[in-house]
């Protein structure tokens, strides 16, 4: 079974800060990943998907993507407190999305 | 506007019970998608179904089965849920399984 890892677990980031998040599959099959927010109480909103080695960029956030660790990395950057939410990588192997566990990300005013 | 609709919102059963959990897609996707969200988590993916009548499981599908007899609709059935079922569930679909996923708003099962 598929293992996606994400850390951190939670972040914290003052506002206009840098938040960057972490995310690794176990499955050598994947080859496509998504970021997405989910906040409290709502269901998940795709952000940006990667398939590509390389970095990847709008607006305020940029993926990164290395297919032979099967590491991806979200970064914001001037975070702002409307980014305060649950992040959720998912990634693909076949038709099967399996999702990390999430990094809940706090951004101070 | 293209969407997952789920219904209901949300429900209380009684441990025992039966749950029907409904969601309907209008973009004639091909795959859908139950998942569970417990609190704080990630998505845990329950079943996946191809197409009418094409349905293979996840990771987590004891204790549930399924059903599409349309491509536009998806049901999760619960046979005499258990406590541990008390979650959120998110319906997702997509044009094929290669393609981006839209998620319904989810329904918020209590079971008592």
């Known amino acids: 079974q598929q293992k996606v890892q994400q850390s951190p677990e939670s972040l914290i980031v003052p506002e206009g800060g840098m938040a960057s998040l972490n995310c690794t599959s176990s499955d050598r099959n994947v080859d496509y990943f998504w970021w997405y927010r989910q906040h409290s109480g709502k269901s998940p909103k795709m952000l940006m998907?990667?398939?590509?080695?390389g970095e990847k960029e709008e607006g305020r956030f940029t993926v990164h993507l290395n297919k032979a660790s099967l590491h991806t990395s979200l970064h914001i950057r001037d975070s702002q407190p409307s980014d305060s939410a649950l992040y959720l990588c998912?990634?693909?192997?076949?038709?099967?999305?399996?999702f990390g566990g999430g990094t809940r990300l706090t951004v101070r005013p | 506007d293209m969407k997952v609709t789920q219904m209901p919102r949300y429900l209380i059963k009684r441990m025992g019970e039966n749950v029907l959990l409904e969601c309907g897609q209008d973009?004639?996707?091909?795959?859908m998608y139950w998942y569970r969200q417990d609190p704080g988590l990630g998505l845990q993916l329950i079943y996946i179904s191809y197409d009418v009548d094409s349905n293979s499981e996840g990771d987590i599908p004891k204790g549930y089965r399924v059903s599409r007899k349309k491509r536009e609709h998806f049901s999760l059935i619960l046979d005499s849920a258990k406590t541990n079922q008390t979650s959120v569930y998110f319906c997702a679909s997509s044009l094929s399984g290669h393609s981006d996923y839209t998620f319904g708003s989810g329904t918020r099962l209590l079971v008592i």
């Open positions: 973009m004639s996707h091909e795959t």
């Open positions: 998912a990634a693909r192997a076949g038709a099967k999305l399996t």
């Open positions: 998907s990667i398939f590509s080695n």
